[in-house]
């Protein structure tokens, strides 16, 4: 079998299996295009406001045409698996594509991998991503579950984030804990909440009030205190939001 390095697709200098990667894109390429409905694509990509088009393959009947092609296709070292998840991404001529690699990632016959090593290429498919669909499953399902796993290695990290230049790295900062219920962070969440509270940008605004309402699950008397205590700086957007479900 063919074996070959590929520092631009793994980041590391670890060598690559060229063939099982090209077999895993191939196979996925060709189990999209084969569930695609072209009359569904451009409503999609309106809805998105995608400037990348759709093949037209909505995320039920995704997930089913992905599912056989991901097992069948296992990729045998870690470097392996992170050359298939870039290619998918940086190589994408159509949205469902990059879902795709988001979708790999998450496979968990791969779980050992799920390290702080992976920050990296989260950080690249978050910032050019840069819309909502790709950040939000990133932030609440890979970058959390690695802040829960490694708090100190993650922590500091998620901190440079909530002051980041890129918004959605910021986004990511105040949502990577929305699953955490009673072991949320809490001092965490609320640094990366004040650290965006001045900015006017309606997808921060939006995830604050989504991660304080999702704590209030859990700690409804909790939020409404941080809530009053931040009456005046947290836009009307975030304190709606915060709020929806339990009342001032």
Known sequence: MRRAGDNSAVGSSSAVDLSAVDGLVDAVRAALAAAADPAKAPAMQAYMKSAMPYLGVPKPRRELALRPVLAV?????EPDWRAAVLRLWREAQFREERYAAIALT?????????????????????????????????ASRRVGPL??????????????????PDRWLRRTSIICQLGAKQHTDLDL???CIDANLDDRDFFLRKAIGWALRHHARTD??????????????????SRREALRNVGP
């Open 147 to 164: 802040l829960a796993a490694s708090p100190a290695a993650l922590r500091p990290v998620m901190l440079r984030w909530s002051r980041a």
């Open 220 to 237: 409804p008397d909790e939020v409404r205190r941080f809530v009053a205590a931040r009456h005046d700086r947290l836009s009307p957007l």
């Open 189 to 191: 969440l609320y640094a």
């Open 106 to 138: 998450g496979e968990r016959p791969y779980r050992a991998y799920w390290t702080p090593d992976l920050l990296p290429v989260y950080q690249e498919m978050i910032v050019t991503g840069a819309w909502w669909d790709y950040v939000d499953e990133l």
């Open 73 to 77: 296709h296992r990729l045998a070292t």
